[in-house]
């Protein structure tokens, strides 16, 4: 068996007004986070931790902010293809770890669906995916809620 891991981090700023997605599901916040698509930072940080346990580049390159195709897409499509796309190396995921940076809304009351909705599109048990929450103790952008980060580590294999 062949076992690889990757790391993923992305960001977003927060804007008022916006719709907020944070781990494939919609989170009523009087700010939500501003891109190219729904702007879901945790799902972009698993897509780039497996792109990159697979050794297949990152999301800019497979779904490029230029592209039409990708203007307001929800990210658990870019999630499901990217599952796909490593799938085509013949890896499979084994487990997701990951954090998500935010000083305001408070999301451990969110996580467990989190969990469940993310497990359903990468077709993992939810057991295989682990979401941890920090404030940044109001220190840099995060804590000055003017953005959201979020880090993840993928650990894939094949046989």
Do not use: W
Not at 64 to 88: M, N, P, V, W, Y
Not at 94 to 112: G, R
């Amino acid at each position: 068996m062949k076992i690889r891991v990757g790391f993923g981090f992305d960001v977003h700023q927060l804007q008022e007004g916006k719709p907020f997605y944070l781990g494939g599901i919609e989170i009523s916040h009087f700010k939500g986070a501003v891109g190219h698509s729904d702007a879901d930072v945790l799902i972009h940080a698993i897509c780039d931790a497996l792109l990159g346990a697979a050794n297949m580049r990152d999301i800019g390159f497979h779904f490029s902010d230029k592209s039409l195709e990708f203007k307001g897409i929800d990210s658990k499509i870019l999630l499901k293809r990217t599952t796909d796309i490593i799938a085509t190396k013949g890896y499979s995921i084994s487990n997701i770890d990951c954090t998500i940076c935010l000083q305001q809304p408070k999301i451990s009351a969110f996580i467990p669906l989190m969990q469940e909705t993310l497990a359903k599109v990468m077709n993992i048990d939810k057991d295989d995916i682990s979401i941890k929450a920090t404030t940044t103790e109001k220190l840099g952008f995060e804590g000055r809620e003017e953005g959201v980060s979020a880090y993840a580590v993928a650990l894939i294999h094949k046989d």
